[in-house]
């Protein structure tokens, strides 16, 4: 089961208990056999699955207990049970450790390893112009002579993205290539210096040692591992073997975007209690996220990642300096219209990709992470044409001028403007009311953010 399915069934699961008419014992049983189903399906580790299951129950007792006692109702309830399975699932894919994060100012260097095939050389550019995009300047050492056609493929990789590279086509010996490059870049002064390895040997004690050997030679500051998705739970593994002879401190799981055993393969390297940093979720250059528990698991629910579509907007910035300028101004001080936020769905669409950004957006459906691209681009089309039917005050309005409020100020209700709002752009009052809870979340985010050192330093130290 890909991601965006078991998504669409954990968050089917947890909405169908939303409606039960009481939340007894059969309700929540009902729940838990469906979610641990659908994780199990995911090849999510049997022992894995009933320890989550067995927590919840825990949970959900003690909380029930202590709710019941402070007379508690039944929405209430359902809460209680609704916060205890998504923090449980948090748990599972959470390794509890916090990766290195490369710094810029110092020389960063970060090896590469992982078996042939598991998206390594790809990998490594992605990597490289995350961090290049972020104003970290990166550059990538190929020390594998192992696999022919290795050093011209990540050359090939490196011309498109516009990335500095080292390799040799003569000289056979990965240690040497390793030492030679990160040292030429560490003069050049590079802030992040990326090393891709060999992945495959006649026998594995021999890729381990190279490994060592090149470790030894060019003192990374993170050994990441790059670990295939499809493999699901063998992951704790392989892993654990790759880990005895090179003590990596972070894993990026690769072909999440295709294949069943993701859920499998994310929970066993947490397992491991080794910090998963990036998740590979296709073959282009810009298919790779940043991974988090929290909003990992608010993605695949359809909760969306409002930190991430953040970031996804700072690299559009950094992309087009002057288009984002304004923008970046009035975030600074904390200012976010719906005029802002439609700008940022328009700059969304012409993005590409729109499938992965639109499921960053909260109550955009999780199926849309996968494949959804029509989908996603119809929906955000629809959230444009909400904005189209404004007027230009609404536009420059932080969306209250849409509410009615009782005497207290307490807002009750859409008004008037979304009704005609609603009716002009073709589209439903609760699809105007998600767009205006989207624009408000986004402001509340830019006011945070704003409110500390300005809007740009808050989103360069999410790196
Ligand atoms: P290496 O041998 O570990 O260096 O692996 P490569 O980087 O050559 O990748 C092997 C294959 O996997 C290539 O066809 C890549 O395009 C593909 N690949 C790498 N990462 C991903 C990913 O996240 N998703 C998908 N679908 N394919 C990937």
Same mark, same amino acid.
């Given at each position: ?11 089917g699961?947890l ?19 469906? !979610? ?15 320890? !989550? ?5 825990a ?14 109702? *039944? ?57 290049q ?20 493929? !990540? ?48 026998? *594995?004690? *021999? ?108 690299d ?15 975030? *600074?001080?904390g ?22 950004i ?25 959230m ?7 007027r ?11 509410f ?36 408000r ?18 989103m360069?130290?999410?790196?």
């Amino acid at each position: 089961m890909v991601l965006a399915d078991l998504g669409a069934r954990l968050n089917g699961a947890l909405s169908q208990f939303s409606k039960a008419s009481s939340v007894d014992d059969a309700a929540i049983d009902a729940l838990l056999k469906e !979610l641990c189903s659908a994780l199990l399906e995911s090849d999510v580790n049997v022992k894995l699955v009933s320890q !989550l299951r067995a927590r919840v129950k825990a949970k959900v007792k003690k909380s029930l207990e202590d709710a019941e006692k402070a007379g508690g109702r *039944e929405a209430n309830k359902k809460n209680v049970v609704q916060k205890a399975v998504y923090d449980e699932l948090v748990a599972l894919v959470d390794p509890g450790t916090e990766p290195y994060k490369p710094v810029k100012g110092k020389v960063n260097v970060i090896m590469a390893v992982g078996i042939q095939g598991a998206g390594k050389t790809t990998t490594c550019t992605k990597l490289a112009v995350h961090y290049q995009r972020r104003g970290l300047r990166s550059c990538l050492v190929c020390a594998d002579t192992f696999r022919a056609g290795a050093f011209d493929q !990540l050359k090939q990789n490196a011309t498109k993205a516009k990335i500095p590279f080292y390799g040799s086509y003569t000289e056979t010996d990965p240690v040497a290539i390793a030492a030679l490059g990160v040292e030429k870049f560490r003069k050049e002064r590079f802030d992040v210096i990326i090393v891709d390895t060999s992945g495959r040997h006649k026998q *594995e004690s *021999e890729l381990f040692e190279e490994m060592v050997a090149i470790g030894a030679a060019v003192k990374p500051d993170m050994t990441v591992m790059v670990l295939d998705a499809s493999i699901g739970q063998a992951a704790e593994g392989q892993s654990r073997a790759f880990k005895d002879s090179s003590d990596f401190g972070a894993i990026i799981v690769t072909k999440l975007d295709g294949h069943a055993k993701g859920g499998g393969a994310i929970s066993a390297v947490a397992a491991t209690k080794t910090p998963i940093i990036f998740l590979g979720t296709g073959e282009h250059l810009n298919d790779l996220e940043k991974f988090a528990p929290q909003p990992f698991v608010s993605k695949l629910l359809g909760m969306g990642d409002i930190q991430g579509l953040m970031e996804h907007m700072q690299d559009m910035a950094m992309a087009n300096p002057d288009r984002q300028k304004d923008l970046a101004k009035k975030l *600074e001080q904390g200012k976010f219209s719906i005029r802002d936020w439609r700008e940022q769905l328009s700059n969304i669409m012409s993005m590409g990709s729109l499938s992965k950004i639109a499921s960053m957006i909260p109550g955009m459906p999780a199926g849309m992470m996968e494949g959804g691209e029509d989908e996603a681009a119809g929906k955000l089309k629809r959230m444009i044409f909400i904005t189209d039917a404004m007027r230009q005050d609404e536009l420059d309005s932080d969306g209250l001028i849409f509410f009615s409020f009782d005497k207290e100020g307490n807002p009750v209700g859409l008004n008037r403007r979304a009704r005609r709002v609603a009716k002009g752009s073709g589209t439903s009052v609760r699809e105007v009311e998600e767009l205006l809870a989207q624009a408000r979340m986004m402001a509340g985010m830019a006011r945070q953010a704003g409110g500390q050192n300005g809007w740009m330093t808050a989103m360069n130290k999410m790196q």
